[in-house]
C-alpha cells in the first residue's frame, strides 16, 4: 500500500534551486536510504515534506491525502512523523515524561488540565514499554539533559515511534553517536514496526547497506539514482555526482 | 500651516535626541544579544555629568559634552567587563532583564542619593538658546543643534561602519561571532568598544536632549521603554532602522500629544503594535 | 553499594507530596504573620495580591516561556472590573467581586494574549509593554468609568458571608486572601502537573520539538494567558476588595517589570519559587526603604545583580546550592581521614 507520495517539488531560494521536480513513493514496510554530498538537499527535502518549507511546486500526499499545504503539526497527527539530525528533545523532562508528553499528544489528551498527566496508567506503562524496548528503562527517571548523547539518540527514535507513524523521516540517527553505541542505534533502526514507510538519511554507507533495502540519491537538488543499495555503488551517475561533475 | 511646522519640527528633534540614544542600545542589543535595560540609566549619567561639570566645575559647553561622554563610558566599562558579559548572547532573556534593571535600580539610588531628587539644570551655551529665523518661521536654535546632530551620528556611524577597519571586524562579529573570532577577530575588544561606543553615544543624547528628556533622577526608568522600543521597531541592529522607526515614533508621539494631549501614550503603543504587527523583524531588521 | 536506592515513589504520589508541603507551608506562613504582625495585616494582604500576579507571570514565562513586561494588564483588568462593578453596579458581595475580577482577567489575557503571540523574543517583549501602556493610557482617558488619575473609589464590600467585615485591622481581607492563595496555588499545581502542563513545558523548551509531535502551539499558548490572566484578575479583585481603591499603579508598566523581578528572583518555572520570591522580595524591599530611604533603591538593585551572579536560577535553587557548597567542603575532609 502507497503511503507517501511526492510529485514535482521544487524549491528555489532567490536563484539556488534547492529542490528540483524530486518525485518518490513509498509504500509501506518500505526501507528507503536517501544519501548525497553535502549540500545536495537532503535535510530541504525532509523540511519540505514535514511542511517546515513550503514547495515553490509540486505535491505530497499522505495516505491518499493531498498534505502539501499543511501546517507541521496537522502533518504529524496524519501519521507523517520526523526525527532531527542535531537532538531536540525537552532537556529539562525526564525521559518518561518526553515520551509521555508524544503519546498524550497522539491520543489527543493534551487540552486536559486538571489531573495529573501519569494518571492514565496503561499510557504510562506504553512508554515505559518503548524505553524498556531500547534499553532505557535504565534511565527513565533521569533527566534527559543528564543522559548519555547515545541515548538520547535513542529516545528521539522512542517518540518517533511513540507517535505511531505511518511515514517515518530519519534524518541521520546516528550522526554524532560513537562506533560503540552504533550498534544499539541499528538494532534500534532494525526494530521499527514492520508496515510503516522509512525514509532516512545516512551519510555511512555501512548503516545504510545494512538497513536499506532501496537507496536515491540526491545530488544539487535533483534525484539522479532510485534503485538497490547494491546497485548504487556502481552507478556511473552517482559516481559523477559525488564526485561533482554533476549539476551547477 | 504653522501648526504642522511647529509639530514638524518637534518631532523631528524628538526623533533625533530617540535616535542618538537608541543608536547605542540598537548596536549593544544586535551585536551582544543582550537587553540592556540599563541603557537610559548611562544617557542619565551623561546628564547629570554635563550638568556637574557646568554648574560646578565651571566647564564651557563642549568640554562638559566630552566630560559626560568620557565619564559615563568609564562608568560603564567595569560594568560591562564584570556584569554584562555573563549574560551576553544567553537563550533565556530573563537573566538579562533581572541583571539589568538591577543596574538601573542601583544607579538611580545613587544618583538620588549623589544629586537629590530635583531636575538638573544642564545650561545651554549663549547661541544656542535664541530663536532662528528660517525666513519661513522661526524655531528655538536647540531644536536645530539636536537635529544637526542627530544627523552627524548617522553619518558618522555609517562612515565607521561602512568604511572602517573597525567596522568590518564589527559587522563580522554581528553576522557570526563564532567565526569571526575563529578568523582571530577578538570579539571581546570587539564587544567592549561597541559597548563603550552604544554608552558614548547614549550619554551624548542625555546632555543634548535634556531640554526634552529632563534629567532627574528616575529619567533611566521612565525612558527605558521608549528606548526599548524604538530598538524593537527599528530592528536590533539596524542603523537605518532606528532612524526610521526613532522619527515616525516621535512624529506620532508628538502629534498626538499636540492633538490629543489627554490621550497620553495611547497613539505612541497603538503605533507601536501596529508597526510589530506588520514588521515582526523590525523595520529594516534582518531576517 | 548498589541497593542502597530508596524504593521509587510513583511520580503521581511525589507531586502529590509537594503539594501537600506546600499548603503546609502556606498555611504556617499566613499563621505566623497573623500573629506575629497584627499591624502589617494590610502591607501582607498586598503581599498576597502580588502574589496571585506573580503566580500567574509564572504560568506564561516560567512555563511556556512568555517573557513579558505587561503582564500588570491583567491584574489591573481583574482590579478594574472588580471595583467598576462594585462602584457603579453597587455590589457589594466580596465573592461576586471576586468573580468579577476573575472574568475581566480572563478576558485581559485572552485579548493580550492574541496580541502578544504575534511575535517572538524581543519585539513580543516590546508587544508586552506595548499592552500594558495601552490599557494604562485607556484606563486614563475613560476616567469617567475608572476615576482616571485620581484613582477608583467607591467600593465598599459588604461582611464576607454576610458575617465578616472588612474591619479597619484588615483580618478579614488578610484571611480572604491567604485562603485564596491556598485555592489558586493547588489549582495550578494540578494544572502545572496534568498533560496540558507538560505540553506548556515543552513548548517553552522547544517549540518546534512540539510541533514535531502534532501539537498546535499557539491555541495552547493563547488557553494559558487566559487561565493567568483569571489568576491575575483574582489578585486585582483581592487587592480592589480589600483596599476599597483601584489606582492606575494596578496597570503599570512598573509594576509589570516588578512582578517580573520577583519572579525570577525566586525562579521562573516552579509556584513555589514564585512566592518565595514575592514574599522575600516585597518584605526585603519593605524593610529596606523603611529603615534606609536614601539608599533603599541601590541595595534592591544589588541584590538582583547578587541574585543573576550567584544564583542564575533564582532563590528556589539556593537549597540545592548550599547542600553543593556542603558536600564540596565534607568531601576533601572524608578523604582524608
Known sequence: ?248 | MGLALGIATDALAYGMVLYIISIGLSVTMGLMRVINLAHGAFAMIGGYLASWGLQSLGLGYGTAILFAVAGAVLIALPLERFLYRRVYGTHDPLPQVLLTIGITFAIIGIANSLFGPTLKPIPLPEIFRGPVDLGFRTVPAHRLVVIAAGAAVALGLWLLVERTDFGIRLRAAVDDARMASALGIRTDVIYAAAFALSVALGALGGVLGAEILPIEPYYALRYMVTFLVVVSVGGAGSIGGALGAALLLGLVDVTAKYLAPEYGEFFFYLAVIAVVAAFPRGLLGRA | MAATKMAPRSPIARDRLVTAGGLAAIAAAGAIGLVLFPNDLGFLTRVLATALLVLSLDLVTGYCGVATLGHAALFGGGAYASGMLAAHGGIQDPLVLLAAGLAGGLVTGLVSGLVILRATGLPQLVLSIAVVQLASALANKLSGWTGGSDGLSGISPGPLFGRFAFDLWGQTGYLLGVALLLVVFAALRALVLSPFGLLCRGIREDVIRVGALGARVRPALVAMYGISGAVAGLGGALSAVTTGVVGLDSLSFERSASALVMLVFGGAGSLGGALVGTVVFQVFEHAVSAANPFHWLTLVGLLLIAVVLFLPRGLQALPARLAGLVRRRAAPARGGA
Not at chain 1, 537532503?42 to 515553490?56: E, I, R
Not at chain 1, 511546486?57 to 496524519?78: C, K, N, P, Q, S
Not at chain 1, 552504533?182 to 525514509?199: E, S
Open chain 1, 1 to 248: 500500500m502507497e503511503l507517501l507520495r511526492v510529485e514535482a517539488l521544487t524549491l528555489a531560494f532567490g536563484g539556488l534551486r534547492v529542490a528540483r521536480e524530486i518525485s518518490l513513493a513509498l509504500a509501506s514496510g518500505d526501507r528507503l536510504a536517501l544519501i548525497g554530498p553535502n549540500g545536495a538537499g537532503k535535510t530541504t527535502f525532509v523540511n519540505l515534506v514535514t511542511g517546515q518549507l513550503a514547495p515553490d511546486a509540486g505535491r505530497i500526499v499522505l495516505a491518499g491525502e493531498d498534505v502539501t499545504r499543511m501546517a507541521v503539526a496537522a502533518r504529524v497527527r496524519r501519521g507523517l512523523v520526523r526525527t532531527f539530525q542535531i537532538s531536540r528533545l525537552f532537556r529539562d523532562m525526564s525521559v518518561r515524561d518526553n515520551v509521555l508528553l508524544a503519546i498524550l499528544q497522539r491520543e489527543g489528551r493534551t487540552a486536559r488540565a486538571i489531573r495529573h498527566a501519569a494518571t492514565d496508567r496503561t499510557l504510562v506503562a506504553e512508554a515505559d514499554a518503548h524505553l524498556e524496548r531500547l534499553g532505557l528503562g535504565e534511565v527513565a527517571g533521569d533527566r534527559v539533559g543528564a543522559i548519555a548523547y547515545g541515548q538520547q539518540r535513542l529516545v528521539e527514535i522512542a517518540i518517533a515511534v511513540a507517535l505511531r507513524p505511518k511515514v517515518l523521516l530519519l534524518d541521520e540517527p546516528a550522526a554524532g553517536v560513537s562506533r560503540a553505541e552504533q550498534p544499539r542505534i541499528v538494532a534500534a533502526l532494525a526494530a521499527l514496526p514492520p508496515d510503516i514507510a522509512v525514509l532516512m538519511i545516512e551519510h555511512d554507507m555501512d548503516l545504510v547497506l545494512r538497513l536499506a533495502r532501496r537507496v536515491v540519491v540526491l545530488a544539487a537538488g535533483a534525484l539522479v539514482f532510485d534503485g538497490s543499495p547494491e546497485a548504487v555503488v556502481s552507478d556511473p551517475g552517482v559516481r559523477a555526482a559525488y564526485l561533482g561533475s554533476y549539476g551547477t
